[in-house]
């Protein structure tokens, strides 16, 4: 069972920058597609970035040109660079992780972006 261990959010100022991580347990991590989920207050959940096997990366438009993702295979971590924050990003994220099994995710982390 793979396991995701979220860390970095918090509270911060409109236009402001914080990085999420999101560290991964077991060997199988640079063998495998991960990426980041966010859940507004009263709306789905949605896509916010995937980062494949090969490094290439794909955003939501509501972050491209803001958020970055990118993996560590050494420290079997990805991480979600923020920046540029405003209230619309406020939202729970989620880490997951593509398995042979499904897809595995973390706990959640809260971003509280205020005005």
């Known amino acids: 069972q793979v396991q995701l261990v979220e860390s970095g959010g918090g509270l911060v100022q409109a236009g402001g920058s914080l990085r999420l991580s999101c560290a991964a347990s077991g060997s199988i991590f640079s063998r495998n597609a991960m990426g980041w989920y966010r859940q507004r207050p009263g709306k789905q959940r949605e896509l916010v970035a995937h980062i494949g096997v090969g490094g290439s990366s794909t955003y939501a438009d509501s972050v491209k040109g803001r958020f970055t993702i990118s993996r560590d295979s050494a420290k079997n971590t990805v991480y979600l660079q923020m920046n540029s924050l405003n209230a619309e990003d406020t939202a729970v994220y989620y880490c997951?992780?593509?398995?042979?099994?499904?897809?595995?995710w973390g706990q959640g982390t809260q971003v509280t972006v205020s005005s």
């Open positions: 997951y992780v593509n398995t042979d099994v499904g897809r595995s």
